[in-house]
């Protein structure tokens, strides 16, 4: 399932986290070696732990959406300080010692970052989104009431009592949308009204006094061509 997936996500992102805490840098000798036998070192852990975070990040965003904006900050502390490690140990220095200390420095920000993103990585998981959290409750019980023994096929198009559940709440979900984009368009129309109303009525009054004006330009010109016939 869907969210067994994510609980093994974490769970890899941990071990690989804890992986590079104790190994790379349970010694200061590491700080000290090249830059490439660092990143020779490291490297296996960085890229596994880029892979996990992005995936992870990916479902989180759809667990919990409301908090997009707190989950791409805590993945953008890990991802930088990890792509900038890198950087620095592909720099071409005079000083490479001075680029592996700089190097290591960003390497352990990243692993406190890492701690962080753990921690709202595990909230997401037991905390996801009533709605999101409803979905998953209704895709879980329609994998176990359907009976594997029935094929749909397009010939024999059938509903399901789950699946048909399943349709109704996306449905909802999809009005309920639906409603709300409806709301924000009736604000903006509103908004629009009153603008047209506000700006267009100075335009709207010339208009008046001109088609006062030419009636009576009429009606003198009329009274003119009369005046010329005798009495």
Not at 1 to 26: A, C, G, Q, S
Not at 75 to 80: E, L, N
Not at 137 to 146: N, P, Q, T, Y
Request: aromatic share 6%; glycine share 2%; hydrophobic share 40%.
């Amino acid at each position: 399932m869907f969210h067994e997936n994510y609980e093994e996500l974490i769970d890899k992102f941990e071990h690989v986290l804890h992986k590079i805490t104790t190994e790379p840098t349970r010694s200061v000798i590491f700080e000290h070696l090249p830059p490439m036998d660092l990143w020779n070192k490291t490297e296996s852990y960085i890229t596994q732990l880029k892979e996990l975070a992005e995936n992870c990040k990916e479902v989180m965003l759809i667990l919990k959406p409301e908090k997009a904006h707190v989950i791409e900050q805590r993945f953008k502390a890990v991802s930088q300080p990890l792509n900038t490690f890198k950087e620095i140990l592909f720099q071409k220095t005079t000083d490479p010692q001075a680029n592996s200390r700089l190097a290591f420095e960003q390497l352990s920000k990243a692993i406190v970052e890492g701690s962080s993103f753990l921690l709202l990585a595990r909230e997401v998981q037991k905390n996801p989104s009533p709605t999101i959290k409803e979905i998953l409750m209704l895709k879980g019980i329609a994998g176990k009431i359907e009976p594997a023994s029935i094929v749909e096929s397009p010939e024999t198009p059938q509903l399901k009592p789950a699946r048909l559940i399943w349709r109704v709440e996306s449905l909802r979900a999809s009005l309920i949308s639906l409603e709300r984009s409806l709301e924000e368009a009736k604000d903006s129309l509103s908004m629009l009204r009153k603008e047209i109303l506000k700006y267009g009525y100075a335009s709207v009054k010339p208009s008046i006094v001109e088609k006062k004006e030419l009636d009576a330009e009429k009606s003198q010109e009329k009274h003119v061509s009369i005046s010329k016939f005798p009495r």
